[in-house]
T-cell receptor
Framework: NAGVTQTPKFQVLKTGQSMTLQCAQD?????MSWYRQDPGMGLRLIHY???????DQGEVPNGYNVSRSTTEDFPLRLLSAAPSQTSVYFC????????????FGEGSRLTVL | GQSLEQPSEVTAVEGAIVQINCTYQ??????LSWYQQHDGGAPTFLSY????GLEETGRFSSFLSRSDSYGYLLLQELQMKDSASYFC???????????FGQGTELSVKP
């Protein structure tokens, strides 16, 4: 089982460039989310989706866009990258059951110069 | 909004017992979860408490007191491989939306 797959694993951008972090899951999970992790800041929720066609903002949504056209995919778009967006990004999915267990991808490490 | 507090660092010796506390504030509450993360890798699920009391899973136990907005993770018979970051997370709504604490870095010494 692939689980949650994120690409790319590493990326270096220049300020102002745009890019998309890809996330795909093969577990037929309705719920998907994006987190960023910075030293000493824990995991902060960027955006999440409770199903295809439905997205909502998390704690730190500014500078990021998402869409959910299929159950499997939940890409995260940086429209104009800034150095403050240098971080490790994790995608996660859940079947939304009672315990809400999240299954995480391996992370995408982004550096913005 | 939601916020969680947990200690930033805890150190213990191999074979000992350690408790990592978590206090939370949330406008809605569906449960408290715990996750483990090794060296910046993918976080993995450890436990979930929706009701007051203790949940035990092998060497790990988790406790919740909803009236105190407080929970803890208890790790027994510590092993070197337990050195990792541990996060508590509050599920404040349907669909598994989780807000995480800042994490506790556990160092297990020989």
């Amino acid at each position: 089982n692939a689980g949650v797959t994120q690409t790319p694993k590493f990326q270096v951008l220049k300020t102002g460039q745009s890019m998309t972090l890809q996330c795909a899951q093969d577990m037929n999970h309705e719920y998907m989310s994006w987190y960023r992790q910075d030293p000493g800041m824990g995991l902060r929720l960027i955006h999440y989706s409770v199903g295809a066609g439905i997205t909502d903002q998390g704690e730190v949504p500014n500078g990021y866009n998402v869409s959910r056209s299929t159950t499997e995919d939940f890409p995260l778009r940086l429209l104009s990258a800034a150095p403050s967006q240098t971080s490790v990004y994790f995608c996660a999915s859940s079947y939304g059951g009672a315990n809400g267990e999240l299954f995480f991808g391996e992370g995408s490490r982004l550096t913005v110069l | 909004g939601q916020s969680l507090e947990q200690p930033s660092e805890v150190t213990a010796v191999e074979g000992a017992i350690v408790q990592i506390n978590c206090t939370y504030q949330t406008s809605g509450f569906y449960g408290l979860s715990w996750y483990q993360q090794h060296d910046g890798g993918a976080p993995t699920f450890l436990s979930y408490n929706a009701l007051d009391g203790l949940e035990e899973t092998g060497r790990f136990s988790s406790f919740l007191s909803r009236s105190d907005s407080y929970g803890y993770l208890l790790l027994q018979e510590l092993q070197m491989k337990d050195s990792a970051s541990y996060f508590c997370a509050v599920r404040g709504g349907q669909g598994g939306k989780l807000i995480f604490g800042q994490g506790t870095e556990l160092s297990v010494k020989p």
